[in-house]
């Protein structure tokens, strides 16, 4: 008796309808791949240790990575040994940061992202022209305790449309609106819509603040998510961005969705009768992540996963220019 061990293995009925749906564009952004490079080129160029101050981006696998290589992780700079390098963070910092830094003498490479860097001048700007601010976004997340830093005589926090009702305005025809890079598209024009109805002169800022690697990503899990039976978003739990991935692919119709930080976290009963498993990832993720949750559910007898493109990125951002010029200097000596 012979067995033809060349031949594919027969799928059952339930199998051969299975999809795993992947979406294009997903994972890092020009802002976290320009943070990440950044510690990195510093490890190489002044060696260990280097400080950043909080996370450099919001995810614990980049950043055990990195404190591996002999990046240490602080929360404040009296953290700090004086004289020291350290890295600000993808998510910015205020001038009271910065002002610090300098009292301690501290080597400074600013690693904010250039989008989150656009909304500090255009808060600065509304104040210089003594407006009254109103910055949607989540209390306490890193990136708005910086842009608020920029003018908080003039910047009030609105972190929903159920806090419009109590605002309070010196003129309300000077008013403006600022926004978190990454929050919601669909959630910031609802508190948007409710500032304005209170607020008719409410003005714009001059650009989207929704940073274009967050609404892509939101655009591509909308359509991996109409028809899906669950959706995987792999993130961290601190990351803004990938929480609301989760939201608007339940909001766009997906079965059920949940944030997982790697493949370890998958619950195997989330698959029990599930066709359609549609898989996405946030800004600060590496895509190693995302392939180690396609090798789980290929042996789960999922198939490859089929990639569904909503949008081009080819957006890159320079190296912080302080550290261009150390690299450039290193490459002369």
Same mark, same amino acid.
């Given at each position: ?12 009925? /339930? ?29 190489? #160029? ?18 055990? /990575? ?43 490479? %600013? ?51 159920? /806090? ?29 819509? *409710? ?8 003005? %714009? ?14 655009? *591509? ?27 608007? *692919? ?43 949750? #396609? ?34 200097? *290193?490459?002369?000596?």
């Amino acid at each position: 008796m012979s067995i033809d061990l060349g031949q594919p293995r027969v799928l059952s009925p /339930d199998e051969a309808e299975r999809e795993v749906l992947l979406a294009a564009p997903r994972g890092y952004c020009a802002g976290v791949d320009r943070a990440v490079i950044t510690v990195e080129k510093a490890l190489d #160029l002044y060696g260990s240790p280097v400080y950043v101050r909080k996370q450099i981006v919001h995810n614990k696998h980049v950043v055990s /990575d990195l404190e591996a290589r002999g990046a240490i992780f602080v929360e404040e700079l009296d953290e700090v040994p004086a004289g020291a390098t350290v890295v600000f963070s993808a998510h910015g910092v205020s001038p009271e940061v910065h002002r610090q830094a300098e009292v301690r003498s501290l080597k400074t490479i %600013d690693a904010t992202c250039p989008l989150v860097t656009k909304v500090h001048h255009e808060a600065k700007r509304f104040a210089a022209d003594d407006y009254d601010i109103l910055l949607i976004g989540h209390e306490g997340h890193e990136e708005v305790e910086g842009t608020a830093g920029e003018a908080p005589e003039h910047i009030q926090l609105v972190q929903s449309p159920a /806090d419009v009702a109590g605002i309070v305005v010196r003129d309300p025809a000077k008013v403006a609106w600022l926004s978190q890079t990454t929050l919601s598209v669909d959630e910031t024009l609802e508190t948007v819509a *409710a500032i304005r109805e209170r607020f008719p002169q409410l003005l %714009d800022p001059p650009s989207d603040d929704i940073c274009y690697a967050t609404q892509n990503r939101q655009l *591509a899990v909308k359509e991996i998510a109409k028809d899906a039976d669950l959706v995987i978003v792999v993130g961290s739990g601190n990351s803004s961005n990938s929480v609301r991935l989760v939201e608007v *692919a339940l909001e766009a119709g997906a079965a059920a969705a949940y944030r997982v930080d790697d493949a370890s976290e998958i619950v195997e009963a989330w698959l029990d009768g599930v066709r359609t498993v549609s898989v996405t990832s946030g800004a600060s993720v590496p895509e190693e992540l995302v392939e180690g949750v #396609l090798a789980f559910l290929a042996e789960r007898g999922y198939p490859d996963a089929k990639a569904v493109h909503s949008a081009e990125e080819s957006l890159i951002f320079a190296l912080p220019p302080e550290l261009r010029r150390d690299l450039r200097a *290193a490459s002369k000596s």
